[in-house]
């Protein structure tokens, strides 16, 4: 029990730690506006891609679809903070996000999640176009011209904060009653089935958790770019949030983490190139696949109590 | 009253009757085994018990606590949870998954931990995983594994595996536990391990067993009862004894049959 | 009737296309189990080597199409050998995410050395259009149809017939058995991959032809739908990537004659989703079970 308590604190520790070297960095001016709309990308995208990991390293689900989503997500909040400019309108923008985007999974997971490996990816690619070209021609959303001047009601605090509480959410169900039963699913259906777990019940539970999560990935988008429009939730945007599942290693967190920094950055520094950015970005993601196929961790994962289990243990050897 | 009842189950494979008129009991806290020539059906009639695959006809029926429910076109995890137990001919761990994580998923249902309670981590979440660990690790002594807790699956030896396949199937509380072969791939020693193991989780859980088995002298060794299966009918049902002496099982397993 | 007819005829010619590329799909799934995500791409290099060859060596329309199928033939092996082959014992998740940074590096390659603009496909032939039954046709659209169908043709045969096919088909129901027999998995593979490869190029030219324009991004869309074809009749399968390709052509086209063309690609999705959950191996395809 206290030990569980100091595991936490520890982690609590690493949180705030994070936070105030970002606020001192930028009171100093080592992060200017530029370096910090990187790290806000960063943040989004650590966000969108542990929910990702969630439905294919922890359920085992090939979800190829995750735009579709974050849209849901973005156009959400985007609606409800344009006629509530307030910081209780984007808590509401958030909520209506999150209940869309679980709902829309869950009507579309029901059918679909009974496919599996490629046919599932097909179809959820299906299904985030769907919502997409529904986006496009919708008179609410304002169809292929999108929203604009969405309030701005988030900053890099804000995503900082849901980037932790995210985390926390996926790193706690994933290591608890539910989240196991989801791993024995991606591990093997058969035995999962002969030892009582329903695996279309878990399946779906994650598959909606991540949706959900994702959909605050997109509200934050749209509260901090303040423009959206249906291009920007693509196949193209899934295939990005992909990548960095894969490249940091399916079915670890940390990796996600490092994952999204590495691009993010790989990314800013590539701004000067130009066209010539998507070219070399390209050509470092076929040569990390070719030579690390497993991703950049694999599915090795940071944890505190490992840290000081090991001290412990060497403390005893010596 | 029998445990569980098997009545004319018939499966065909478009038109190969894989398993047919197959008529069959087990009775509360008896040893059974199921034996016959490769290719007899064994495991299909294991499937088709166990919900993997649907009968073409026939019923299985299993005493619960509700009376008695036919189990056949139930799911695979509903008839699981009627208390049907099983392990798999060519091992189905979750092997990049830890020792205690393969037993703590067996315990899924009987372990009533809330989703917000764990997003949040209350105390009663660490009080309830606390408790279960408490379990497998008391399930696990039983086989002598108690230290592996955090092996990955796919680490263990052999038959290391086998037993962990058990110890799985057993922390869903199981009435009846279906062992397909639990002895393959096992050297002599091993098997008799294995043969008192049996023993004694039948005794200790008091449960019903039913086991496919090549290995004659453990067969003859723990079996109360034997069905024997041939080209998908049963063909002879009795003590060991009577089997042994049965013209018919030793045609089958001497070429009499081919 | 007429317009019936006339959308038929468009969905055809526009489905031949599809039909192309989902072969290549199709053909590379069943062997290695890899969506080829930059096969979309590789039509688009047959697309612009008959710009190139048309414009600046004034070849006419059937050289400018066989030269095309060669060079993507030989892009598709090249890429195979040098980006997939590396990853044939890795996860397939892992494949996959390399061939869609070969498929980013076609495309902004070209982008970044050719410009995106979008150019116009040289005219290799003078478009004629005849009335059948009140429909208009031109002998482009004959010209995709029977191309593409005589195209198809061949592939049949050669996987039917010959040697090279016969070792494709074995490679695809089980490699390692194939490998045990002496067929050669390396070359089989680059096999599949030329012919797939050639069959883009060929479709490549000839949509510049039909819809006279052409830049370095327009082999994603068709690329994916080409895929949907594929699964839509059976992944795998080669009648069935062919079905899935007119399929998918003509439901574009009658959504288009609707009324809803900007919902023609959802329509094409919905299908997609209705097909895999009534038959999720596809029109033509068998379910196989997993054994336990």
């Keep these: 029990m206290k030990k569980n308590l100091k595991y936490n604190a520890i982690w609590l520790a690493i949180a705030i730690l994070g936070y105030v070297l970002i606020y001192a960095l930028e009171m100093v001016g080592v992060i200017d506006q530029f370096a910090e709309t990187t790290l806000v990308l960063i943040g989004i995208n650590i966000i969108l891609a542990t929910s990702l990991n969630l439905v294919i390293g922890f359920s085992g689900q090939f979800s190829l679809g995750h735009a579709g989503f974050m849209a849901l997500g973005a156009y959400s909040s985007a609606l409800v903070t344009s006629a509530i400019p307030s910081v209780g309108g984007f808590l509401l923008g958030l909520l209506v996000g999150m209940i869309v985007a679980g709902i829309v999974a869950l009507v579309v997971g029901i059918p679909t999640l009974r496919l599996n490996g490629d046919y599932l990816a097909i179809a959820t690619m299906g299904v985030a176009e769907i919502i997409r070209i529904i986006l496009n021609n919708l008179k609410i959303t304002n169809g292929p011209a999108g929203l604009y001047n969405i309030p701005m009601l988030a900053n890099w605090s804000t995503v900082y904060v849901l980037v932790v509480i995210t985390t926390l959410i996926i790193v706690n169900f994933v290591h608890s009653r539910n989240g196991r039963a989801v791993m024995s699913v991606r ?3 058969i035995a999962a089935e002969s030892i009582g777990i329903n695996t279309t019940k878990y399946k779906i539970i994650a598959f909606v958790l991540g949706a959900a999560i994702a959909s605050i990935g997109g509200a934050l988008h749209a509260n901090y770019i303040q423009t959206i429009n249906p291009t920007d939730f693509g196949i193209m945007e899934s295939i990005n949030i992909l990548i960095i599942v894969v490249l940091g290693g399916i079915g670890s967190i940390t990796g996600t983490f490092v994952a999204a920094f590495l691009l993010g950055i790989l990314d800013m520094i ?17 040569l990390i696949m070719v030579f690390k196929p497993s991703g950049l961790l694999g599915t090795w994962e940071f944890s505190v109590r490992r840290l000081f289990t090991h001290k412990k243990a060497k403390g005893d050897a010596e | 009253m029998p445990l569980l009842d098997v009545k004319d189950l018939t499966k065909n494979f478009g038109g190969l009757a894989a398993v047919s008129d197959v008529t069959m009991h087990l009775d509360n806290n008896e040893l059974v085994a199921l034996i016959g020539p490769n290719g007899a059906g064994k495991t299909t009639l294991f499937n088709l018990l166990t919900g993997v695959i649907i009968p073409s006809e026939g019923t299985v029926s299993l005493q619960t606590d509700k009376g008695l429910q036919v189990l056949n076109k139930q799911k695979p995890y509903k008839i699981a949870a009627e208390g049907m137990a099983r392990t798999f001919q060519n091992i189905r761990l979750f092997k990049d998954l830890t020792v205690e994580e393969n037993v703590l998923i067996a315990m899924t249902d009987k372990n009533k931990e809330g989703f917000l309670e764990s997003i949040f981590r209350l105390p009663s979440f660490y009080k309830k995983e606390a408790a279960l660990h408490q379990q497998v690790v008391e399930l696990l002594s039983i086989f002598k594994m108690e230290n592996q807790l955090t092996t990955l699956a796919r680490n263990l030896p052999y038959g290391a595996q086998r037993r962990l396949e058990i110890v799985r199937a057993l922390a869903t509380k199981p009435k009846i536990l279906f062992l397909d072969e639990p002895a393959a791939g096992m050297n002599p020693e091993e098997t008799a391990d294995l043969t008192r193991l049996i023993q004694q989780i ?21 079996a109360e009862r034997i069905y024997v299966l041939e080209y998908g009918k049963l063909i002879a049902e009795g003590t060991p004894k009577e089997i042994q002496g049965n013209q018919r099982v030793i045609n089958a397993y001497l070429g009499g049959g081919d | 009737m007429h317009t019936v007819l006339q959308q038929l005829v468009n969905g055809l010619s526009l489905g031949s296309i599809y039909a192309l590329l989902a072969l290549g799909y199709t053909m590379v799934y069943g062997i290695i189990k890899l969506i080829n995500f ?29 030269s095309a199928m060669v060079f993507c033939a030989l892009a598709g092996v090249i890429i195979e050998y040098l980006a997939y082959r590396p990853l044939r014992n890795s996860p397939r998740i892992a494949a996959l995410i390399t061939a869609i940074g070969v498929s980013f590096l076609l495309e902004n390659g070209m982008s970044y050395l050719f410009s995106s603009n979008v150019r116009n496909f040289p005219q290799a032939m003078h478009v004629k259009s ?17 191309v593409s169908i005589v195209l198809m043709i061949l592939l049949q045969l050669i996987i039917r017939r010959t040697k090279m096919g016969k070792a494709m088909r074995a490679v695809s129901v089980d490699p390692d058995a194939a490998q045990l027999i002496g067929i050669n998995i390396d070359r089989t593979i680059s096999f599949t991959f030329a012919l797939g490869s050639a069959l883009a190029g060929a479709a490549g030219v000839m949509i510049g032809l039909y819809y006279n324009s052409i830049d370095p991004l327009m082999g994603m869309t068709p690329g994916i739908k080409a895929f949907v074809a594929a699964v839509l009749g059976g992944i795998g399968l080669i009648p069935g990537a062919a079905l899935g390709g007119f399929v998918i052509g003509i439901l574009e086209t009658a959504t288009q004659a609707l009324g809803f063309s900007a919902f023609k690609d959802a329509v094409v999705y919905v299908v997609l989703i209705i097909i895999l959950l009534v038959r999720p191996a596809g029109i033509l395809g068998k379910n196989i079970k997993e054994k336990v």
């Design chain 1, 187 to 189: 591990e093997d259906e």
């Design chain 3, 130 to 146: 005849y009335n059948f039954f009140g429909a208009k046709v031109s002998n482009i659209q004959i010209l995709i149809l029977v």
């Design chain 2, 202 to 222: 039948q005794s200790e859980f008091h449960i019903t067993v039913l086991l496919i088995e090549h290995d004659m002298s453990l067969v003859m060794n723990l």
């Design chain 3, 38 to 66: 930059a096969h979309g791409d590789i039509y688009m290099l047959g697309a612009f080597w008959g710009y190139y060859v048309i414009n600046q060596w004034h070849f006419s329309f059937w050289p400018a199409l066989l």
């Design chain 1, 270 to 286: 590539l701004q000067n190139f130009g066209t010539l950015r998507m070219v070399l970005y390209s050509l470092a993601l076929i």
